[in-house]
Nanobody
Framework: VQLVESGGGLVQPGGSLRLSCAAS????????MSWYRQAPGKERELVAS?????NYADSVKGRFTISRDNAKNTVYLQMNSLKPEDTAVYYC?????????WGQGTQVTVSS
């Protein structure tokens, strides 16, 4: 099983990034997919999830959009109007059928 994130980087406040997570080794369409993030010195927190419905943390509502392409076994996180407080390592997460998988994370830094 692999979850491979990409798309992180350094961006100025107000900018945009699109994260991707390519999944393999399990039946992607049957799993709920989500994005978490962890900032230095803070606990990992749920950012957005896409299962039967989509859900967002209050801090990112209206700015971030999660989507998934089951044909490509990929989940995306479009991040707009980025703020310095969005700086964190972003992790892809899959859960279903009693299993839970994590990606290795991708760094997002929002700074001028």
């Amino acid at each position: 099983v692999q979850l491979v994130e990409s798309g992180g980087g350094l961006v100025q406040p107000g900018g945009s990034l699109r994260l991707s997570c390519a999944a393999s080794g399990f039946t992607f369409s049957r799993f709920d997919m989500s994005w978490y993030r962890q900032a230095p010195g803070k606990e990992r927190e749920l950012v957005a999830s896409a299962g039967g419905s989509t859900n967002y943390a209050d801090s990112v509502k209206g700015r971030f959009t999660i989507s998934r392409d089951n044909a490509k076994n990929t989940v995306y996180l479009q991040m707009n109007s980025l703020k310095p407080e969005d700086t964190a390592v972003y992790y892809c997460h899959a859960v279903g059928w009693g299993y839970r998988y994590w990606g290795q994370g991708t760094q997002v830094t929002v700074s001028s």
